[in-house]
Nanobody, 123 residues
């Protein structure tokens, strides 16, 4: 069974930075793509960034492009989301998720999800 654990969330002021981590285990040596999603209260969960196994494919939502960077270290089975120039509208619970395809921007394609980590950006 695949397990994902997010960490690195917290409270920061606008303009600050955070680095989220997603540790993946139990994948039985399978290659996988990973996405970061976020969900604010009373909002739909939305795609933030995605990365293929080889990291040759990366995708970002328009709202975070230029500010966030997704990366991975497969030797550590860990995916990262570096978040810079944070804005109050970035406040949400951030989730990482795994899919067995190349790299999907669709939430429905992801089979495994972490529990999420809270990111709060104050003004």
């Amino acid at each position: 069974q695949v397990q994902l654990v997010e960490s690195g969330g917290g409270l920061v002021q606008a303009g600050g930075s955070l680095r989220l981590s997603c540790a993946v285990s139990g994948h039985a040596f399978s290659r996988y793509a990973t996405g970061w999603f976020r969900q604010a209260p009373r909002k739909e969960r939305e795609f933030v960034a995605g990365i293929s196994w080889s990291a040759t494919l990366t995708y970002y939502s328009d709202s975070v492009k230029g500010r966030f960077t997704i990366s991975r270290d497969n030797t550590k089975n860990t995916v990262y989301l570096q978040m810079n120039s944070l804005k109050p509208e970035d406040t949400a619970v951030y989730y990482c998720a795994v899919e067995w395809g190349l790299c999907s921007l669709s939430l429905a394609m992801y089979a495994y999800w972490g529990q999420g980590t809270q990111v709060t950006v104050s003004s």
